[in-house]
C-alpha cells in the first residue's frame, strides 16, 4: 500500500510540472501576440497590412473609360443614387418626422406624385421604405437638390454603373461591364467585363492589374483605379455604319448580317458591326446573341478565297496571262465540281476565271500547286489557327481535310471554315502590296497622347507585282458588264471586288441546306483600287427577305453609303 501511494504521488507530481509548464509556455506566447504583435519572427501588424488585403478594403473604386480614335467616350464609370425613408429605427434619431412635408418635399424631386409618396411614408409594417423605379438612378443634381430639402430619415446611397454613351456601337465588340458578384464585401462598387473588350482586357480597366503589381512590390491601397483605353474605332463612321445596318437588317432580315471597315496601311479596324446586336446600356437584345461574331462565327467563306488562289498561282508562275480553261464543269475525282452557272463561259483565261467566278479555274489552279503545298499555303496566311486577337472566346476555324477533293474544293470556298478576322487578315496581303497585317482594334492603353500603336506585320506573302495584278483582276470583277461583282461599281471611285455565295452546311442532316435562300453572301472590297486606303467586308446569312434582289445587291445598300462616307470623314 505505501508503495502504491508513492506512485501516485509521482505521478501527480509529474503531471503538476506539465501543466505548470504548458501554461508557462501559452503566457509566453499570448505576451508575443498580444504585447510584441509578433509570432515566430513575424510582425503580426506588418503581416496583417500585407496580406490581409482584399476586396472589402477597397473604398474607392474606378473604372477605365473606353474611348474612340478621337478621343470620345464609348464607355465611362457615372455614379447615381438611390433613395429610401427610415420610418423607425431602435438605433437612430434618424427618421422620417413629417410625412407631409416629406411627401410634398420629394414630389418636387421623384417621378411620384405628393399622394403616391404618403402612402409608400405610411406604411406603419415597415421600418424603412423604398420608392420603386422612382428612386433610383438619380442624378447628381436630384441628389443635390434632396438634401437642400433637409428631410429628417431620408437617405441617399450612391453606387456605381458603366454608361455607355451609344445605344448600340460595336456593341459585341465593346461588351459590357456590371458589378462583380466577387467584390460584393467591398464598400466600393466594382464592375467586372462579361463579353467582348470589357472582358478581355478587364484586368487593366479594373486596375487589377496595377493593383496586383502594387501588391507585389509592398504598395497597398484601398483604391482600385483603372487604365483608361483608346481603340481605332473612328466614332463617327461607326455610327454612320449602325444605322445603315439597321436599315438593311430591318428590311431584309437576315439571320446574321456583318460589316468591317479596315484601313489598309496601318490594319486599324475602323468600324465593326454585327446583326443581331444588343443595347449597350440595358443589355436588351443580348440573349438572342451573345457571340461576337468577328472572332466567334466561323463558316465556309465561300469565293472570295479565290482572290488568294488566284494569287499564289500567279506567284509562283503556274500559269500565262493568255492560257484558257473550258469551264463549266471537271471530274475531281468521283465528284464533279461545276461553275455556279452549270454550263460555264466556253474557253477563258484564269483572269476571265475570277471574273466569272469559276469554280473550275480554281480547281485547276489547286492542282497545279500541289494539294499539300495548297494546304500549307492556307496555313500561312493564318488559317485553322487563331489570330491572337486577346478577344474572348476566338475561334480558330477549321481547316483539316478528310480527302483531296476537300482540298481542291477549298481553292473555291468550301471544305473549310473561317473568321471575318482571319479572312480580312489574309485579304490584307492584297490591298498593302503583298504583305499582310495583324487587323487590330487596340490603339493604346494608357493617356491619350501616349500613343504606342504599331503595325503589326504577318510577312510578305506575295510580291507587289501579284498584288497588283489581282487588284486589276478585281477591278474588272467590278467593271465588266458580266463580272459578279458589278454591283459594287461606283461612278466616284474605281473599286476592287470579289463576292462569295457560299452554300451553309447542314448540321443536322450533312451535306448542305437547299432552300432558295440559305447561302453565306460576302464581299471583300478594296478602294480607291489606284492607291487602296481602306478594305471592307461585308457578310450576309439567310436573308429572310429579299424583294427580287440577290445577296450582293442587297450588301450593296451598305456598301456605297459607307464608302462615300468614310471618303468624305477621311
Known sequence: MKIRNTRENH?????????????????????????????????????????????????NAKRGTIFDSSGQPIALDATSYSIYAVLRSSWSDNVVEDVDKT???????????????????????????????????????????????????????????????????????????????EANDSQATILEGQIGIEAAYDERLSGEAIYSQQEAEGIYSDSLLGEDIYLTLEGRIQNYLEDLMDQVYNRYLPKELNAYLVELD????????????????????IETEWRNFIVQESDEP?????????????????????????SGSV????????????????????QEGLVHSSNVGMVYLVQRIGL??????????????????????????????????????????????????????????????GEMLKIQYLDHIGDRNDSSYEVQSLGQKISPETARYILDSMVLTV?????TA??????????????????????????????????????????????????????MQQPSQSYGLNGSQILAQIFHPLVEYSLINQ
Open 11 to 59: 505521478n501527480i507530481l509529474l503531471l503538476a510540472i506539465f501543466a505548470i509548464l504548458t501554461l508557462l509556455v501559452l503566457l509566453i506566447r499570448f505576451g508575443e501576440l498580444t504585447i510584441a504583435k509578433q509570432s515566430n519572427g513575424v510582425d503580426l501588424v506588418s503581416y496583417d497590412q500585407t496580406h490581409d488585403q482584399n476586396r472589402s478594403s477597397i473604398t
Open 103 to 181: 411627401a410634398e418635399a420629394l414630389a418636387k424631386h421623384l417621378d411620384l406624385s405628393r399622394d403616391e409618396i404618403l402612402d409608400i411614408l405610411l406604411n406603419f409594417e415597415a421600418s424603412q421604405v423604398e420608392f420603386g423605379t422612382a428612386g433610383i438612378n438619380l442624378s447628381p443634381q436630384t441628389k443635390e437638390a434632396i438634401e437642400a430639402e433637409n428631410l429628417p430619415g431620408i437617405i441617399l446611397v450612391s453606387s456605381t454603373h458603366r454608361q455607355y454613351i451609344n445605344d448600340v456601337f460595336a456593341s459585341h465588340l465593346i461588351g459590357y461591364a456590371i458589378p462583380s458578384l
Open 266 to 285: 496601318t490594319g486599324k479596324l475602323l468600324a465593326a458591326s454585327q446583326r443581331p446586336t444588343f443595347q449597350l446600356s440595358t443589355r436588351e437584345g
Open 302 to 326: 465561300g469565293s472570295t478565297i479565290k482572290i488568294l488562289t488566284l494569287a499564289m498561282a500567279k506567284e509562283l508562275d503556274l500559269y500565262d496571262d493568255n492560257e484558257t480553261f473550258k
Open 331 to 350: 471530274e475531281v475525282y468521283d465528284q464533279t465540281v461545276r461553275d455556279y452557272n452549270l454550263y460555264g463561259w466556253g474557253d477563258i483565261t484564269f
Open 372 to 433: 499539300e503545298r495548297w494546304v500549307e499555303i492556307l496555313e500561312d496566311f493564318g488559317f485553322g489557327q487563331s489570330t491572337e486577337s486577346n478577344l474572348p472566346n476566338e475561334s480558330s476555324g477549321y481547316l483539316q481535310f478528310d480527302n483531296p477533293v476537300s482540298i481542291m474544293m477549298s481553292g473555291f470556298g468550301q471544305s473549310f471554315s473561317a473568321t471575318p478576322m482571319q479572312l480580312m487578315q489574309a485579304y490584307t496581303t492584297i490591298g498593302n502590296e
Open 479 to 483: 467593271e465588266h458588264p458580266e463580272g
Open 486 to 539: 458589278r454591283p459594287f461599281y461606283n461612278n466616284d471611285v474605281r473599286i476592287a471586288a470579289k463576292t462569295g455565295t457560299a452554300e451553309i452546311a447542314d448540321a443536322e442532316n450533312g451535306g448542305y441546306l437547299t432552300g432558295p435562300n440559305d447561302f453565306y453572301h460576302s464581299v471583300v472590297a478594296f478602294y480607291p483600287a489606284e492607291d487602296p486606303q481602306y478594305m471592307v467586308y461585308l457578310s
